[in-house]
């Protein structure tokens, strides 16, 4: 099993910035591309960013594409996400989670271990 904690959201201004973390423990964590997704009640889950092992690939979704930032710490177990000029249309939860494999994967459907979230709003 792999146990995944997300921490750092908040309430931000429009136009401010945050940095998410995300904890892994258990088995196999470097091995496997990590991505990050959003929710929204009543809409589902939404494709935001994903690395490969190795950091050798990143996706990101258009909506944030220059704006936020995926990183991995393979040293560490950890993945962030670094939120810049975030706007009130990206308030939503945030999931961590762990690849089936060491890709980049832009497919919810595909990944095997999630997070339970962390809350981020951005309003002024």
């Known amino acids: 099993q792999v146990q995944l904690t997300e921490s750092g959201g908040g309430l931000v201004q429009p136009g401010g910035s945050l940095r998410l973390s995300c904890a892994a423990s258990g088995r196999s964590f470097s091995r496997y591309g990590m991505g990050w997704f959003r929710q929204i009640p009543g809409k589902e889950r939404q494709f935001v960013a994903s690395?490969?092992?190795?950091?050798?690939?990143?996706n990101y979704a258009d909506s944030v594409e220059g704006r936020f930032t995926i990183s991995r710490d393979d040293a560490k177990n950890m993945v962030y996400l670094q939120m810049s000029d975030l706007k009130p249309e990206d308030t939503a939860v945030y999931y961590c989670?762990?690849?089936?494999?060491?890709?980049?994967?832009?497919?919810?459907?595909?990944?095997?271990?999630w997070g339970q979230g962390t809350q981020v709003t951005v309003s002024s």
């Open positions: 989670a762990r690849a089936e494999t060491a890709l980049a994967i832009t497919t919810a459907s595909r990944y095997d271990f």
């Open positions: 690395i490969s092992w190795g950091s050798n690939s990143r």
